[in-house]
Each structure stands twice: as structure tokens, then as C-alpha cells.
């Protein structure tokens, strides 16, 4: 009898849990091959190395819009009705004023409108002694003098021979703020791009690209200007238009690499 011997041989290179198999046969002797599957580099994997930066930018300007409120108030001693009717002829010389100096109706705006009992403490009980009603407008004048604002003095002067009004919070701006807005986006990226490459820098890294922006737009704040009726009421007003300044704050977040050197 004719013996036949099977020989196996086993090749192993580099098993790992990802290899695969492969097989190849020759006559007589069969051969099994475990090849191992080229794996992705490690660095895919690292953690991402982020700088987080603040970058502010501003810029100022001339205002060129001027807003303020008007307050009415009337008290009648019968009723609310007729404290009613005292406000709106109260408002209606406001409104006659405005006309005066081409204030367009868009620009008036409603702003406050309340009817209250008035009541008297003196001797320790209240006593209802009439009706009150206030009504406030927000009054918007455009395309004011650099100079002086005018004409918002002599509006305002016409508004204080009203008897029984309040003007307040009068405050500047500037009507179309996109180029100024525009401008300090830049000013304030390029403030928070040296910052992120300073601390690259420091860190021997390298600058790579902005993955997160966030911001936030803040301008002046309106400054409160009161004025009344004054029994001595012979000189103009006027009023000091001042600057505008829109102020732009971001936020980036930047990656960082590793430095590569060139042999």
C-alpha cells in the first residue's frame, strides 16, 4: 500500500484582529496565508488640538438720527373719560408741532397708554380725587445736522410751550449702520486671528482654520436728556450730537497643528 504524506505549512505574518485570510493551493501541499490589512494612522484618531480666541472691533461715526419720547399728561377731577380727551388734545398740539417740521407719521410711534385713579393720602386713608391718563409717543427725526442736530432743538422747543408734557431719552444714531458693522467684523477678526497665532507660537504649533465664530453687536448707549416748559423759556435749545460707535465681539475657535520641518 501506497502511503501518502500531506505536508501543511503555516506562514504567519503580523496577525491582528483586522487581518484577513487569504489562501493559495499547489499541488500535493496546500498553503495558508494570514495577511495582515493595512491600518489608518493613529493621528486620525488624536483629539483635536483648539485655541479659543476674542477678537473686538469698532468703529465710530457721525450720527445722522435723532430719537426721543414725548409724554402727555392730563387729570380731571370727574372722569377718566374726560382725562381721556384732556391727553388727546394734549397730543394733538404735539402731533401739530411735528407736522410743522415734516416729521412723517412712520416716525411717530405709540409707545405708552394708561388711564389711572388718583387718590389722596394726606390724612391716612386714600380719597379718590380724579382720573389721570398719559399717553407717551417715540418720536424719530431723520437726517439731523452734524453740527448741531438741528432741527431737533427747535423741535423741541416747540414741544415745551405744551403745557402738562415730558421730553426724555433723546439719543443718536446712525440710520444705516452696514458699512460700520462691515468694518469692525474685520477689525475684530484680525484681533482674534493674532491672538490665535501668538498663542500658536507659544504652543509650536501651527495656525490652521477657524471652526466656530460667534458675535455680538453693541453700540452707544442712549444717554437720558429731560426737558420741561421753563417760565423763562427765551434762549434756543440745543443739542450736542456727539459720535456713534458700533463695537463688534467674536468669539473663534481655531485648530492647531503640528510644525512641519523641511530637510
Known amino acids: 500500500m501506497h502511503k501518502i504524506f500531506l505536508f501543511l505549512t503555516i506562514v504567519l505574518f503580523s496577525v491582528t484582529p483586522e487581518s484577513y485570510l487569504s489562501e493559495a493551493s499547489e499541488i500535493g501541499t496546500h498553503t495558508r496565508y494570514l495577511t495582515s490589512v493595512p491600518q489608518p494612522s493613529s493621528q486620525c484618531c488624536a483629539p483635536q488640538t483648539i485655541v479659543s480666541v476674542s477678537g473686538v472691533g469698532s468703529v465710530t461715526g457721525i450720527p445722522d438720527t435723532a430719537t426721543f419720547s414725548v409724554t402727555v399728561t392730563a387729570t380731571d377731577k370727574t372722569s377718566s373719560k374726560s382725562a381721556e380727551s384732556a391727553a ?9 408741532v411735528l407736522d410743522s417740521f415734516s416729521v412723517p407719521n412712520t416716525d411717530r410711534q405709540t409707545t405708552g397708554l394708561s388711564v389711572n385713579p388718583v387718590y389722596d393720602y394726606s390724612d391716612g386713608n386714600p380719597k379718590l380725587t380724579g382720573q389721570q391718563a398719559t399717553q407717551s409717543i417715540s418720536v424719530t427725526v431723520r437726517r439731523i ?26 439719543s443718536f444714531s446712525i440710520s444705516d449702520q452696514t458699512a460700520y458693522l462691515e468694518q469692525a467684523r474685520g477689525f475684530a477678526f484680525n484681533d482674534a486671528k493674532s491672538k490665535a497665532l501668538q498663542y500658536a507660537q507659544l504652543s509650536l504649533m501651527s495656525l490652521g482654520n477657524p471652526l466656530k465664530i460667534s458675535d455680538s453687536t453693541s453700540a452707544n448707549v442712549p444717554y437720558p436728556l429731560y426737558f420741561a416748559k421753563s417760565a423763562a423759556q427765551d434762549t434756543q435749545t440745543t443739542v450736542s ?5 458700533v463695537r463688534v465681539e467674536i468669539s473663534i475657535d481655531w485648530s492647531l497643528g503640528l510644525l512641519t520641518t523641511h530637510k
Request: charged letters at 10%.
Open 88 to 96: 388727546a388734545a394734549l397730543t394733538n398740539q404735539v402731533n401739530a
Open 145 to 170: 445736522s452734524p453740527e448741531n442736530g438741528a432741527p431737533v432743538g427747535d423741535i423741541i422747543d416747540g414741544l415745551v410751550e405744551i403745557n402738562g408734557i415730558v421730553i426724555s431719552g433723546v
Open 241 to 245: 450730537v456727539g459720535t456713534f460707535t
